[in-house]
Nanobody, 124 residues
Framework: QVQLVESGGGLVQAGGSLRLSCAAS????????VGWFRQTPGKEREFVGA????????SYADSAKGRFTISRDNAKNTVYLQMNSLQPEDTAVYYC?????????????????WGQGTQVTVSS
């Protein structure tokens, strides 16, 4: 089992920045790739980006490219999502998720473990 806890969400004005953290405990964190997803009421959970177990590979949704950056510190068992130039359409609950395996994936059902989510609200 891997337990994930997100933090860092909050209210920010358009154009601002937030850094979300995903702290892991349980099984060896370096065995897992980590993805970030977001969800708004009535919509499917949307892929934001992912990072490989080593941090050597990342993948981003088009909506995140150039604005969001994922990094990880395996010594701290933590993955980060740095979000810049935030816009009201980025408002959502953000989740981190972990999966084993070689490849980064964009599909939520391929992830094995999920955090409880953290709310990000961007005001215009």
């Amino acid at each position: 089992q891997v337990q994930l806890v997100e933090s860092g969400g909050g209210l920010v004005q358009a154009g601002g920045s937030l850094r979300l953290s995903c702290a892991a405990s349980g099984r060896t964190f370096t065995n897992y790739n980590v993805g970030w997803f977001r969800q708004t009421p009535g919509k499917e959970r949307e892929f934001v980006g992912a990072i490989s177990w080593s941090g050597g590979m990342t993948s981003y949704a088009d909506s995140a490219k150039g604005r969001f950056t994922i990094s990880r510190d395996n010594a701290k068992n933590t993955v980060y999502l740095q979000m810049n130039s935030l816009q009201p359409e980025d408002t959502a609950v953000y989740y981190c998720a972990a999966k084993s395996g070689v490849f980064l994936t964009v599909t939520s059902r391929t992830y094995d473990y999920w955090g409880q989510g953290t709310q990000v609200t961007v005001s215009s």
